[in-house]
């Protein structure tokens, strides 16, 4: 097939903006390529050469394409700069300057080859040989697949040298298209939506699309789709299934505002917590191989070792696909951390060892798709969990996100309360019954968050009351500090949250030392706590402390009772602004009637 074909359809779609018309031209494109090059031509068609999960990056720095364009066209770089300023895309200028040459030598070439031709006949040889061929999909693609494979040192070199010469075979039309395909700005409107239409009309009935959609869900490769439909026709699709290895598009959850609401529309809901992070699919393969897949079906597994190697640890059979949500972690204090936090580690391409370190992270599981051979894709939420649990043992890094059976508003209340009091962002209910309905975003699966997200805008002072030893980095310190409110009601000290955040290496360093004055054997008379601290202290120290919010917490004790029944409140993400307020007895600290205050104008201002 003729990359020629292609440029033309290319320009077709370029020049229309009915949808209707663009899914024809592509579906008349796909009739007639024939059936060995379709996936290259459905890959090229999308801009890429291979699925986008292979991670291959066909782009070319500009700079070296413009150094490209200039050999072809021998034009200075900086007038093809110029132009390319002017013209906004240097795919259209590649094939402007490549016309302009054309014309000015063509009156020469025609000369010389008139020269030429007398000089053959002369000679009685035939020269027609040396007349370009034109070029064909398989080599377009042979050759930017080789440039997009090279790398290291001189790799910039040869690119260029194999662009140059590409081009040099090419016609102006084309040289456009290949130009706008290297620098990754082949922008032609069509997304995967409008191949799987094209596809369907030129291989199938309209009606057989849900097929294709299907295949395309578990096995997002839509060029060996195509191959396949084109090969065996549908039955070869409908055979396509989930493979270890092979990303499968993510269900997604629908919204809702009021737990009325989601209780109407899954009367028993499994409830589980929602946590703010990144959403991992794990895949182990036969080989023993772990691959881990972005929500954007990014293939991120370099940038998570630690998660490979407890992944490995954790799971109990021979393949496997699992789901969750990765979030950062404090070791220390047992406490999942803001999103923030586990942004450092996203997309890292180096500094990984140390990120691990300074970003600690844990990856709760909450779906399991296929296990040992089996797609469970099809099975019900509540059967995919039982697997899930008997196939992870929680270990390290790697835990299972809990779920309770959820049929009323006030149980629902208070795991939600729960969720946000543990740093979550709210929680996702899922119908029982259903199945992992891949790339679909549907009601099986409905997400309530906090409504009222704020910031807490001023710093509290509260009271050292305990601590924590210190585990990993922090062994031989304390990993987190108790801290407390006062009451001065009933003159006791009530808890407000763990401490874990804000401390440079020497402060935490200290800490032992500091608090070794205060310690007790057991809990002050005046603190009331629900948590059993490693060490207890006499309420003497106070620290100055910035959170996000205030949340309710069925574990901390500041003002028990005063907002909902059994439930007190807790600062989330607490850190330490590294302001020790000495000037401060504990009698001074924050009261917790200040901290209900904060509370209730926190609640009135996000309303
Ligand atoms: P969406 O994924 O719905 O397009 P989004 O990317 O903004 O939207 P959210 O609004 O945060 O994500 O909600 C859905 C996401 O919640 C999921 O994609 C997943 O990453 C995350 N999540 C966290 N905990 C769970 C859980 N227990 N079950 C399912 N998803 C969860």
Known sequence: MLYKELVDTYEKIENTSKRLEIT??????????????????VYLTKGRLHPDFWGIELGIAEKLTIKSISAVTSVQEDDVLKKWH????????????????????????????????????????????????????????????????????GSQKAKIQMLVSLLQHAEPREAKYIIKTVTERLRLGIGDMSIIDALSIAFANKTDKIVIERAYNLYPDLGMIAKVLANEGLDGVASIRITPGIPVRPMLAERLYTIEDILEKISSAAVENKYDGIR??????????????????????????????????????????????????????????????????????QGIIQAIEDYPVCLFLFDCLY?????????????????????????????ISNYEMIDNAKDFEKFFDRSLE??????????????????????????????????????????????????????????????ATYNPDRDVFETVCKLGTGFDDATLTSLPAKFEQYKLNKKDKSVESRIESDYWFVPSVVMEVLGAEITLSPI?????????????????????????REDKDPFNATTTSEIIEMYRLQLKRFK
């Open 556 to 580: 901390h004790t500041c003002g028990l009772g005063s907002i909902k029944e059994d439930f007190g409140l807790a600062i989330r993400f607490p850190r330490f602004t590294g302001r020790w």
């Open 24 to 41: 024809d031209y592509l579906s008349d494109l796909f009739k007639k390529t024939p059936p060995d090059v379709i996936d290259k031509v």
């Open 422 to 483: 543990i740093g979550c962002e709210g929680i996702v209910a899922k119908s029982p019954d259903s199945a992992y309905m891949a790339g679909a975003r549907g009601w099986n699966w409905i997400k309530y968050k906090r409504e009222y997200k704020s910031e807490m805008v001023d710093t509290v002072d509260l009271v050292v009351v305990g601590a924590f030893s210190g585990r990993g980095r922090r062994a031989g310190t304390y990993g987190a500090l108790l801290m």
């Open 280 to 349: 991992m699919q794990c895949h182990i393969c036969n080989d023993g191989n772990v691959k881990l897949f972005s929500r954007r079906l990014e293939d991120i597994t370099g940038q998570f070792p630690e998660i490979i190697i407890d992944l490995k640890k954790s799971f109990t059979g021979s393949n496997g696909i699992f789901e969750g949500e990765c979030v950062a972690f404090n070791q220390n204090t047992g406490e999942i951390l803001p999103f923030q936090e586990v942004s450092h580690r996203r997309g890292r391409k």
């Open 86 to 153: 002017e013209v906004g895309d240097l795919g259209t200028v590649t094939e402007i300057l490549m016309r302009d040459k054309i014309d000015k030598t063509s009156i020469q070439v025609i000369n010389q080859k008139r020269i030429d031709d007398t000089i053959d006949a002369e000679k009685g040889e035939d020269n027609s040989r040396s007349i370009k061929k034109p070029l064909t999909v398989k080599t377009v693609y042979a050759v930017l697949d080789d440039i997009a494979r090279l790398s290291g040192t």
């Open 371 to 399: 296990k040992d051979g089996e797609d469970l894709t099809v099975k019900s939420y509540l059967e995919r969990r039982k697997i899930l649990e008997s196939a992870i043992k929680p270990s390290g890094k790697i835990d």
